[in-house]
């Protein structure tokens, strides 16, 4: 993948996150755009690429709560790197493969970010609003995953 187009696809995430996933919410459930796009560039490039994409994305967000400053490019830059070794192991092709990536990527993100906050009713957080919005990721993260790889393919 084009360097611009990974760029492009980051700042195109945090603007769904800031606008559409906001209103697209069911309370406190919502799809985190950001992630599916980290999570889109880490499976289709490099270590270096899915590492770097991950911090930049995680700090972008990180300036909208400066409180917890580092903690989403930390868990990113993880996730990025971590996806970016597994990517060849995974058929990124099968819509299955695709939600379960999502699913549990976005678990361990929220999550790791949940403890990190240190939420107090961890248990209620988890069932209310953890599962759901990773649920709501990977349903979300399949179908942008899908208009992704049709564009990728017109253009390649």
Same mark, same amino acid.
Do not use: H, W
């Given at each position: 993948?084009?360097?611009?187009? @990974?760029?492009?696809?980051?700042?195109?995430?945090?603007?769904?996150?800031?606008?559409?996933?906001?209103?697209?919410?069911?309370?406190?459930?919502?799809?985190?755009?950001?992630?599916?796009?980290?999570?889109?560039? @880490?499976?289709?490039? #490099?270590?270096?690429?899915?590492?770097?994409?991950? $911090?930049?994305?995680? $700090?972008?967000?990180? +300036?909208? @709560?400066?409180?917890?400053? #580092?903690?989403?490019? !930390?868990?990113?830059?993880?996730?990025?790197?971590? !996806?970016?070794?597994?990517?060849? %192991?995974?058929?990124?092709? %099968?819509?299955?493969?695709?939600?379960?990536?999502? $699913?549990?990527?976005?678990?361990?993100?929220?999550?790791?970010?949940?403890?990190?906050?240190?939420? %107090? @009713?961890?248990?209620?957080?988890?069932?209310?609003?953890?599962?759901?919005?990773?649920?709501?990721?990977?349903?979300?993260?399949?179908?942008?995953?899908?208009?992704?790889?049709?564009? +990728? /393919? %017109? /253009? #390649?």
């Amino acid at each position: 993948m084009n360097i611009f187009i @990974s760029i492009l696809l980051i700042f195109i995430g945090l603007s769904l996150d800031t606008t559409v996933s906001r209103l697209i919410s069911i309370g406190y459930v919502r799809p985190y755009f950001l992630f599916i796009f980290l999570i889109y560039i @880490s499976m289709d490039s #490099g270590i270096k690429r899915g590492t770097l994409f991950g $911090f930049i994305g995680g $700090f972008l967000l990180d +300036c909208f @709560s400066p409180r917890y400053l #580092g903690a989403q490019a !930390l868990i990113f830059s993880i996730v990025g790197f971590f !996806l970016s070794n597994i990517a060849n %192991k995974i058929d990124k092709t %099968k819509v299955y493969a695709q939600f379960l990536v999502l $699913f549990l990527s976005s678990l361990f993100y929220l999550t790791l970010y949940s403890l990190i906050m240190s939420v %107090k @009713s961890f248990p209620e957080i988890l069932v209310l609003s953890i599962i759901p919005s990773t649920f709501y990721t990977g349903v979300a993260g399949v179908l942008v995953f899908q208009i992704l790889n049709r564009l +990728c /393919q %017109k /253009q #390649g």
